[in-house]
């Protein structure tokens, strides 16, 4: 698999959907992962629809999968790539929220790096026929740091590129990302690409990390849910402040490319913790924010954004 210097929309469960990503994508994400979907439901219970939904607008995109078992894990994984033709499928082994641990998947898995070899192995082996490649996502470790060791498994089990966010399971979203680790994972892989994840805060990072660890991609997850436009930011080499206008316009474009595969008030519930991130250093920002939270309906929540804007575009910034 061919990755240079690109930068991608990292997967984030409750915000890359379908209407995000392509938005993103527009605004110049060179790639884009769907959320992680745990490979049980789909192949028991068909349960991905959703979550799986996106149109060629968002390739090239990689369908993340999560779970214990690697059989399983093959099988969700062919499903996945028959019936939506993915350019890659993701194994997700960084994410350790209770439910995926409880479950033994997952970051869990940072544990038995032998075990996460197996799964990659299962389903490079299941995928052959279809010639889709099968990537990773993991992190330093689950207590520890035990990159070498996991890094070894997968390369074995012929992965075809690693996405790496430098924190150990245990340490959630706390400390900071150590990209050293990253340019040390990077002369592990060989030629295979490392795309590395964690705490890229602005454009002018991006370059810096490309530049400080040699990787093949950076991953921008939560710096994309507030301002989107960092992609746009990368490749004209300049700060972008939109107006507020701008932001809401971007809500309702992101709403209604949401209703094509939502039903309409899970869209408008779901994009609420978007919002009030896109309205960061607004002026007047917490009342912006009041008014779209006690929004109780679809309706309630457009008039009150159609508001919002014509305010700010008559002046009110
Ligand atoms: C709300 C949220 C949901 C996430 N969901 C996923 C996920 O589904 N799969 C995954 O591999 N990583 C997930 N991550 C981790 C991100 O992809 C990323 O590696 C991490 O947030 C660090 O990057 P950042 O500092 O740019 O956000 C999630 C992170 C956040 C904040």
Redesign the pocket.
Known sequence: MKVEREVIL??????THSAFRRLCRELGADRT?S??MNATGIIHRGEEVELAYFTDLERPIHL?LYGRNPEEIAAAAVKMVEKYRPEAIDI?F??SVKKVLKAKAAGYLLQFPEEMGRIVEETVKALKPYNTPVTA?IRLGFYEDTLEEIAENLLKAGVSAIAL?PRTAKQG?SGS?NWERVKDLKRIAGSVPVIG????RNWREIDQKFEETGCDGV?????AVSNPWIFKEYREKRDYNPSVPERVDFILRELSLMWEFFPKEKACKAIKAQISQIFKGIRGKAKLNDAVMRSKSCEELLENLNRIKLEYSAGGE
Do not use: T, W
């Open positions: 990292a997967p984030m469960a409750g915000y992962y959320e992680l993340q997700n960084g994410c996502k966010h979203f990302a994840s964690g705490d890229v991953m921008i997850g939560r710096a």
